[in-house]
């Protein structure tokens, strides 16, 4: 155990990490907080230090070896029995290994001296060797041993009926049904997009997509993936003796007296099939274009485009960045009885009134191509692809848009101008992109700050100088989320829009015909004000105390 007591503050400042005057105002703000926070605590969020310096810098004082949680095999299981949860959390502490000299104990606050050896108390049979962990690695740890304790119940009546009655019972009060609904309805409660149901070697994972993060909700034994996963196959009409080829489906659950759709999902991986439900609120309001997150010059640039008579508009990001919602907000802002609307789609995710959807089906011959071919013929005044995948559906969303259509879509780039060269490689000509083209949207979905536990705080050097040049003050207060149980003690509830948008004018498109590379047409627009990057509409946001720089920095890059 740690001997050598030494202050963190005085530690900090003897390594020039910060300075008499800094430490000063945090010991003065720990005061004004009644000591609710930790010293280190307090310089992170001044922006004084980071956590590795942090780390950095204790390693070395204190002679301390760093690990990384990740890269070690643990046994929670071992931990969640041995060990109370609440003395880990008080010591910040994990014993991630065992071996004939020591047990092992990582953790991220080596200085809290009281809790460690009250730890080493309890662990009394074996020498205790101190490690130094991330804080959000031990974090990890403590919900999956929290995780461990509470479902032990659910999995015992799983067991017992797969012992006593296999899989004959469907009714849906069988364990298994119990366990479908029990895993759904978590992922609910807590905002989940997705569903991932993982097996590995000696266990199943299931995390869900909260806010596009992952996180780790259920650790399984592995001999429940397979009940599990056969009675999901058989929800989504699935052959559950094909475990070699990927396989799509759909179902529906009631889930706290709401309808939901499952968009279903496996893929074979060397452990089994790995499954995502992608989770669809069958109820679901749709938004207003106000709703989603534009910024107002954004807002106004897009509904400029939406509007247009003809020509593509087109919306870029990753998936997951909310392409999907984008567009229907956008037909659902101009769609009415006086106009013909028609979309193509794979899959049809949201029913919308007044709007002809068609379900793509490439297994019968229906393309998003032949649907675009049929529509022209039905004689649409929108039409809606999708999402651009190849020449045949890009040449045809290119002919209808040069025949008098408004024609929306989404295509995989990571930026705005992104798109141009994109579309030139996938085959069509120059020239008729610049004739076709109305304007792009980029697009990331940023995690807002929780509202229930934002706090002021203070960019560290590395995040200021890379946001330096979109700050109109460089004063700025921002804002984070400090963790709590409204937000899962994540800072972050919700998301919203982080957007660029690229107008084509009259010089532009005559650009794009001669065939003008990426940074020209990022020169030229930004120049005659037809474009900014998504960066600066993050930023934007974050001065708001909408989002975080490192929420914003994680998601956007600068040129």
């Known amino acids: 155990m740690i001997q050598k007591k030494i202050r963190l503050g005085d530690l900090l400042l003897q390594n020039n990490y910060i300075t008499e005057e800094q430490l000063l105002h945090a010991l003065k703000r720990q005061k004004e907080l009644n000591f609710t926070k930790k010293l280190g605590e307090i310089f992170m969020n001044e922006g004084y230090i980071t956590q590795k310096d942090l780390l950095k810098t204790v390693s070395k004082q204190l002679n301390i070896e760093f690990v990384d949680l990740y890269g070690e095999t643990i046994d929670f299981n071992a931990i969640a029995m041995k060990y109370p949860l609440q003395i880990l959390k008080t010591a910040q502490a994990i014993p991630f290994k065992e071996d004939e000299d020591f047990i092992h104990v990582a953790t991220s606050d080596p200085l809290n001296y009281d809790a460690l050896e009250a730890l080493e108390r309890l662990i009394s049979l074996k020498p205790v060797k101190i490690y130094l962990a991330y804080t959000d690695d031990i974090q990890v740890v403590f919900h999956r041993i929290k995780i461990i304790q509470t479902t032990k119940e659910i999995v015992a009546e799983v067991k017992k009926e797969l012992t006593t009655e296999g899989l004959k019972k469907e009714a849906e009060n069988s364990a298994i049904m119990k366990l479908i609904l029990f895993i759904s309805k978590d992922a609910i409660s807590k905002r989940a997009s997705d569903i991932h149901i993982e097996p590995d070697e000696k ?42 080829v990927p396989q799509d489906g759909r179902f529906s659950l009631v889930v706290n007296e709401k309808n939901y759709d ?20 069958r109820d679901k309001v749709l938004l207003n274009l106000e709703d989603l997150g534009f910024e107002d010059e954004n807002l106004e640039s897009f509904t400029d485009l939406i509007h247009a008579p003809n020509g593509i508009v087109l919306i870029t990001g990753p998936t997951g960045s909310g392409k999907t919602t984008t567009l229907y907000s956008a037909l659902n802002e101009i769609k009415n009885i006086s106009n013909k609307v028609m979309t193509a789609e794979d899959p049809v995710e949201y029913r919308l009134p007044l709007v002809q959807q068609v379900q793509i089906n490439e297994k019968t011959g229906l393309t998003f191509s032949v649907a675009i071919k049929s529509f022209l013929r039905q004689d649409p005044d929108v039409i809606l692809i999708g999402e651009v995948r190849d020449f045949d559906t890009l040449n045809s969303a290119s002919q209808a848009a040069l025949t008098g259509h408004l024609v929306f879509s989404t ?53 200021f100088e890379k946001i330096e040049k979109y700050l109109e003050d460089s004063n700025t207060i921002f804002y984070a989320g400090q963790g709590c149980s409204k ?73």
Do not use: W
């Not at 499952?262 to 609120?281: A, D, K, N």
């Not at 780039?413 to 992104?418: E, I, Q, W, Y």
């Not at 020239?431 to 929780?450: E, H």
């Open 487 to 559: 937000c899962d003690f994540t800072g972050y509830y919700s998301r919203t829009l982080i957007s660029e948008i690229l107008t084509i004018d009259m010089q532009l498109a005559k650009m794009v015909a001669e065939n003008a590379n990426k940074m020209e047409i990022i020169e030229y627009a930004e120049k005659s004000n037809l474009y900014k990057p998504m960066l600066f509409d993050g930023v934007k946001k974050a001065v708001n105390g909408i989002t975080t720089i490192e929420e914003v920095l994680r998601i956007t890059k600068d040129r």
């Open 203 to 244: 266990e199943m994972i299931v995390r869900s997509r909260v806010d596009g993060m992952l996180y780790e909700n259920f650790v399984f034994d592995k001999e429940l993936y397979h009940a599990l996963s056969s009675r999901i196959k058989l929800l989504g009409n699935l052959d559950i003796s094909e475990k070699r």
């Open 262 to 281: 499952f968009r279903l999902s496996t893929t074979p991986t060397i452990f089994g099939e790995s499954i995502v439900m992608r989770i669809l609120e």
């Open 411 to 463: 295509l995989h780039t990571n930026d705005a101008p992104g798109a141009i060269p994109r579309m030139i490689q996938m085959g069509l000509k120059p020239y008729l992109i610049a004739d076709a083209l109305v304007g792009i949207v980029g697009q990331r979905l940023a995690r807002k700050i929780c509202p229930y536990c934002k706090h002021e705080v203070k960019p560290t050097k590395v995040q």
